[in-house]
């Protein structure tokens, strides 16, 4: 294997981990509104459901970050959740997710 | 008369002034993320006061009652709120279920019914108690699963109508006789219909479809012809643009013939003939429309946006069919609602915290009120409206 795969490789790895450090606290605070207000509008701006499912920590055990980051990039096609990946980064979906499953009442 | 009588007569004098004041010019704003409304009056656009404790307000909705002094909120946590607002004050309050979506009153102002996702189905209330009147769940199919309901109005002769996401059914629900409810049920009507309205005269309702295209309608004067489809083939094989949020067919944005409607997951307001219910044109917007909403006289139409493109607001003039205005009044514009003769609208800016008022002739801000997280704008003049 080629040093340039391993950087790759290495750098996907690490991406999700220095996800928080890679935006900015005002990048962050738009997300976590954006979470709360937009997403809150089918999922309830608590994440206890509404035409979408609840988004609380315990509806999501045993799914991890990376499948929901998924989700948020590429939605569920047949259903009303849409691609967010026009509008996020893979690094962003990440920071969402994560916040997700901690729980966005913290 | 002695001193004493003389006081106390002016006092119950000056007591009474005070409190008589008429509630024509009062409506409220919901503020979300913090569970309250502001009153407000739009004789000289100012807020009258805040009720707070009010639950989880994302898609909160309002109506009013027929004296127009109360109104009915019905919040996202199932919350159903009865709110004084000349009193400014809650009156009653009580949480009918664990989620729900919206509301309607009944044609003679004595009953309240409440759309819920979970669980599934429609709940009527007696509106001076909220006082549990009927219990309709949303069954369908063989094994008896509950539908998330939307879509619900009033309609003349004491009823309701309501469409299941689910199901992909409308529903007329008719309570002249409390102790007997009747439903009359239509299937077939289209997958996922997302939002649905009646026309201001009662007659004509349409639902929106997410999983298809077109709408459904349903002629209440001649119930027995069914639901037909309208603007069936309208984006066929086209690719849809990712739907950040529902489209909403509050109200109806009627101009003589013709009424404008938003087009789901494409950059159009649709206008639609209403002899034919045939499309009369497209008209390019600025992004995916969420509100199309027709100034009182109908020579004007608003639009707002879902995200990316919700710090914008266009107008359209009717008589043109093109848009003749663009405003930016900031980011999170989530809804507006006209004075009752239209000479000036209020805008929710929900990001910036503020809701801005502009004349609507020469497209200026007038005044802008602080608010937290601003949404839905309701005035008492929806009081008097059939599907209000």
């Known amino acids: ?106 | 008369m002695n001193r004493f009588s003389c006081c106390f007569l002016l006092a119950l004098l000056s007591g009474s002034t005070a409190a008589a004041r008429g509630t024509g010019d009062l409506g409220l704003f919901v503020e979300r993320a913090s569970g309250s409304v502001q009153i407000i009056e739009t004789s000289g656009n100012t807020s009258i006061g805040r009720i707070e404790g009010l639950g989880d307000l994302s898609h909160a909705s309002v109506v009013y009652s027929r004296d127009a002094r109360y109104a009915y909120l019905f919040g996202r946590d199932g919350g159903l709120s009865k709110l004084d607002i000349l009193d400014v004050e809650l009156s009653g309050r009580t949480l009918q279920s664990g989620n729900s979506i919206g509301g309607a009153i009944s044609q003679d102002g004595r009953l309240v019914a409440v759309s819920n996702y979970k669980p599934g189905g429609v709940k009527v209330f007696h509106a001076d108690t909220l006082e549990l009147v009927a219990d309709i769940p949303a069954t369908f199919g063989d094994a008896g699963q509950l539908s998330k309901v939307i879509g619900l109005v009033d309609a003349p002769g004491q009823k309701f109508v309501f469409a299941l996401w689910d199901a992909g059914e409308i529903w007329v629900l008719d309570m002249s006789d409390l102790a007997n409810p009747s439903i009359e049920k239509f299937t077939g009507i289209g997958r996922n219909p997302y939002d649905a309205l009646i026309t201001p005269d009662g007659r004509y309702y349409i639902a929106g479809l997410f999983g298809e295209d077109g709408m459904a309608l349903l002629d209440l004067w001649n119930p027995a012809a069914g639901v037909t489809r309208i603007l069936p083939n309208y984006g066929k094989g086209e690719q849809k643009l990712p739907v950040y949020k529902m489209p909403h067919l509050e109200g109806w944005a009627v101009a003589g013939d013709l009424a404008f409607v938003p087009a789901v997951g494409r950059h159009e307001v649709l206008v639609i003939n209403m002899r034919t219910w045939q499309e009369a044109a497209r008209i390019k917007v600025h992004g995916q429309p969420i509100f199309v909403m027709a100034r009182p006289d109908g020579r004007q139409v608003w639009v707002n946006f879902a995200l990316p493109d919700n710090d914008t607001i266009q107008v359209i003039d009717t008589q043109a069919l093109a848009v003749i205005r663009q405003l930016k009044p900031g980011k999170g514009v989530l809804h507006m609602e006209f004075e009752p003769r239209g000479e000036e609208v209020w805008l929710s800016v929900r990001d910036e915290n503020r809701v801005e008022i502009y004349d609507t002739s020469t497209f200026e801000r007038k005044s802008s009120i602080p608010a937290t997280k601003p949404s839905g704008i309701f005035f008492t003049s929806r009081a008097h409206r059939i599907g209000l």
């Open chain 1, 1 to 106: 294997m080629t040093r340039s795969v391993w950087l790759a490789l290495s750098l996907l790895i690490a991406a999700p981990l220095a996800a928080s450090d890679d935006i900015s606290s005002d990048r962050q605070r738009e997300l976590r509104n954006l979470l709360i207000q937009d997403c809150g509008s089918c999922h309830g701006l608590k994440m206890r459901g509404g035409l979408g499912p609840a988004l609380v920590p315990h509806m999501l055990q045993g799914k991890s970050a990376d499948y929901l980051s998924s989700v948020i990039l590429d939605g569920r096609p047949g259903t009303a959740m849409p691609p967010w990946r026009p509008l996020l980064s893979p690094v962003e979906a990440r920071w969402m997710a994560d916040m997700l499953l901690q729980g966005i009442a913290q």
